[in-house]
């Protein structure tokens, strides 16, 4: 037995330190195997329709695809010569160098969700961008969880070498006819010197589905990451936590979460480490709640002088039958840092309300305008391509007030 299934062995039954307990006998852990097909172009309308409904469309220009259905990778191709698209059990056959990566970032012991991954065969996507490679169009990427019941687990580790640039946008989702499951994602980032990654996630599940992404992140002198959440549909519970080390000189972290919430139980945040003179880092976030319970979390640790952050909570409580908790910390230990924080919980102001309205709009119609503006938080870091693409997502989605 090696050190990693040791560990895991011995964390199955550790609960997390936040978000709701998950009884993970509850779901099946065995999936049916599909269909690789030789073209994302191939894969079934449900499929397609289910990707396009989170903001990933494969049929037109992008470095790369992956999809993975339930624990079947389907689709593993790169577009663009700099950039390698794999599923991560033939990655680790293939380069003996990715056990130097290997849950080195989130350990296998951290809880019962990385400790059942540990434990299940590998499942998952290897992007790599090579050196001084730079891309335009992002690698594209869908987890499908297609089967009731099942416990989904996946593994990824993406690795931004020297002076590259990388963008990848993926979406978690279950078609209409799924609304009970798990999904646990283990993700591994390894941002090289002056590499630049964009992160982008959309997640759409059903409305019994549960929820653990486990993330870890370490960027090198003058590397950066801009890292985007999106949630805009209703989930059961969800837990994440992401942890950034900035270990060298220059590095950047850019965290950016945006919320709409109607029920369930969620728990997200970030949580960066700057351990390196000249560092910053940002954490924004934004959410709506119109019922179910958010907590917004967000830790900055600084520990070198002259290193900056600033975490943003702001939330809309828009009905009694929702709450936000706004959780900001500062940990600085040494002198000379700049760290600072906002956090918000509130209502949609009257007189914009009132604005809209003497303008022709009925009060729903004002409502959704004003919560809309709210979500469309400005990301950095991104094409242009990829930011509309963002913002059309939430354009699209029927967001309302009470």
């Not at 065995?30 to 191939?42: E, H």
């Not at 934004?286 to 600033?310: E, F, N, S, Y």
């Not at 600085?332 to 009257?350: Q, T």
């Not at 007189?351 to 709009?361: D, F, I, P, Q, T």
């Amino acid at each position: 037995m090696s050190s990693i299934e040791e560990k895991a062995r011995k964390a199955r039954d550790k609960k997390a330190l936040f978000g709701t307990d998950v009884n993970l006998e509850s779901y099946q852990s065995d999936a049916k195997p599909q269909s690789a097909v030789d073209d994302a172009l191939d894969l079934p309308n449900v499929v397609k329709k289910a990707a396009l409904d989170v903001g990933v469309t494969l049929d037109d220009e992008s470095s790369g695809a992956y999809v993975q259905m339930d624990q079947t990778p389907v689709v593993a191709k790169s577009l663009y010569e700099g950039v390698e698209i794999m599923d991560i059990a033939s990655a680790l056959k293939k380069y003996d160098f990715l056990q130097d990566y290997w849950w080195k970032l989130v350990a296998a012991d951290a809880d019962k969700y990385t400790a059942d991954v540990a434990e299940a065969p590998p499942a998952g996507f290897f992007i790599r961008a090579k050196k001084n490679m730079k891309t335009i169009f992002p690698v594209k990427s869908c987890l499908y969880l297609g089967s009731t019941n099942l416990n989904q687990r996946v593994h990824n580790i993406v690795i931004a070498e020297e002076g590259s640039e990388l963008h990848v946008i993926t979406g978690c989702t279950t078609p209409a006819h799924v609304q009970r499951g798990l999904h646990i994602g283990v993700s591994e980032y390894y941002i090289q010197k002056n590499a630049k990654v964009s992160f982008t996630m959309v997640h759409s599940w059903g409305k019994e589905v549960e929820v653990r992404p486990r993330t870890g992140v370490t960027i090198a002198e003058g590397g950066s990451l801009y890292n985007n959440y999106i949630m805009l549909r209703p989930v059961k519970t969800l837990q994440t936590f992401p942890t950034a080390n900035l270990a060298g000189r220059g590095a950047v972290a850019s965290f950016n979460t945006v919320i709409y919430s109607t029920m369930g139980n969620i728990d997200v945040g970030s949580d960066v480490f700057l351990n390196a003179p000249e560092t910053s880092a940002e954490s924004i976030s934004r959410v709506v709640c119109m019922g179910g319970d958010v907590i917004a979390r967000g830790r900055m640790t600084g520990t070198v002088p002259g290193a900056r952050a600033h975490l943003e909570c702001v939330g809309l409580l828009l009905s009694n039958e929702g709450r936000i908790y706004s959780i900001p910390e500062l940990d600085g230990h040494c002198r000379d840092l700049d760290m600072s924080h906002e956090a918000a919980v509130g209502r949609i102001s009257e007189e914009e309300l009132e604005y809209l309205m003497a303008r022709g709009l009925s009060s729903e119609q004002a409502t959704s305008v004003i919560v809309r503006g709210f979500l469309d938080v400005e990301i950095k870091g991104l094409p242009e391509e990829l930011k509309k693409e963002i913002k059309d997502i939430t354009q699209r989605e029927d967001l309302k007030g009470s």
